[in-house]
């Protein structure tokens, strides 16, 4: 069974940092594109960040460019997320999900999804 687990999400003030994390267990991890998707209240879910499984491509949308780093461990099936100078626009459920042989902006190509956590900026 694979399960996607977040961690980190909190609280923080506009211009701070965060650091999300996922775990991943029940696959084979290195063949996974892992990415990172938020969903704020009211609005659909959006693509944040991309990693190949072989860590050589990185995508960010451009909301997020030159704040957010997105990171993976192959050996720890892990991939992390470090948020820095933070907007309140940030504030959403930040979810992990992971597909086969693919890195990229499309949703409908990840097939298993984390259950997310909830990243809130204070102004």
């Known amino acids: 069974q694979v399960q996607l687990r977040e961690s980190g999400g909190g609280l923080v003030q506009a211009g701070g940092s965060l650091r999300l994390s996922c775990a991943a267990s029940?696959?084979?991890?290195?063949?996974?594109?892992m990415g990172w998707f938020r969903q704020a209240p009211g609005k659909e879910r959006e693509f944040v960040s991309a990693i190949s499984w072989t860590t050589s491509v990185t995508l960010h949308a451009d909301s997020v460019k030159g704040r957010f780093t997105i990171s993976r461990d192959n050996a720890k099936n892990t991939v992390d997320l470090q948020m820095q100078t933070l907007k309140p626009e940030d504030a959403a459920v930040y979810y992990c999900?992971?597909?086969?042989?693919?890195?990229?902006?499309?949703?409908?190509?990840?097939?298993?999804w984390g259950q997310g956590t909830q990243v809130t900026i204070s102004s």
């Open positions: 029940g696959l084979t991890f290195s063949n996974y594109g």
């Open positions: 999900a992971a597909a086969n042989l693919y890195t990229g902006y499309d949703q409908r190509r990840y097939g298993y």
